[in-house]
Every structure is written in C-alpha cells, then in structure tokens.
C-alpha cells in the first residue's frame, strides 16, 4: 500500500463549528474565551464560526476532542467532528465564484 495514501485516510481534520450568543458582556467574554483556548491548543480559522485542527492521528484527534469537549462554554451551540485528511482534501472551496485551493497541514512540532 502507497504509504500516502495510508497517511490520508489515518491522519485527520478535527473541526469545531459554533454559535455562541454575544448580547451580554458576559457572553461575549465567554465566546472570546473560548475561541481563545481553541486557538492555544492549535487550532486556527477556517471561517468566522469554525476553527480547525490537523491531527497526525485518530488517537491524536480524539486527544483534542476531549479537549474542546472540556472547554465547551455554559450556553452555544457548538458541533465537533472528525474527518480524514483524504476527505477533507476533496472539498471545494471558492471565494466568490472563484475555486480556490484547500488549505495545506500546519507543520505542528507533536511533544506529546
């Protein structure tokens, strides 16, 4: 088996998608907290309300569900899934009617 392609169906995208309310200061404080810790644990924007993370592994993935899992703010609505690096690579993506490339893997350092 082709080693790359291996790596596209093993590594994986997690991608977290929210709406949180932002009437009070509260609220608002609340949602920048929690973008904020979404983007201290690697994540980075993909759109305004959707935050993405590269993952070398499934087991690596669910690592940072956990995670988010565990920083879910009190009131929101927030959807957290996985995909594989295969499946996200064939999105389609325009700015406008114009088709534009899909955004290549961070070079992340893993430690741990």
């Known amino acids: 088996m082709n080693q790359d392609r291996y790596n596209a169906y093993r590594t994986m995208w997690l991608l977290v998608l929210f709406d949180l309310p932002r009437e009070t200061k509260a609220a608002r404080k609340a949602a920048n907290s929690f973008r904020k ?48 690096d295969k499946q996200f690579g064939m999105m389609e993506l325009y700015h406008a009617r114009e088709e534009i490339g899909v955004p290549k893997a961070a070079q992340q350092l893993e430690l741990f």
């Open 37 to 84: 810790k979404l983007i201290k644990d690697g994540f980075t924007r993909f759109q305004f309300s959707i935050y993405m993370r590269h993952c070398p592994s499934r087991e690596n993935a669910k690592v940072h569900h956990k995670r988010v899992k565990n920083m879910l703010p009190k009131y929101g609505h927030i959807c957290i899934f996985e995909i594989t």
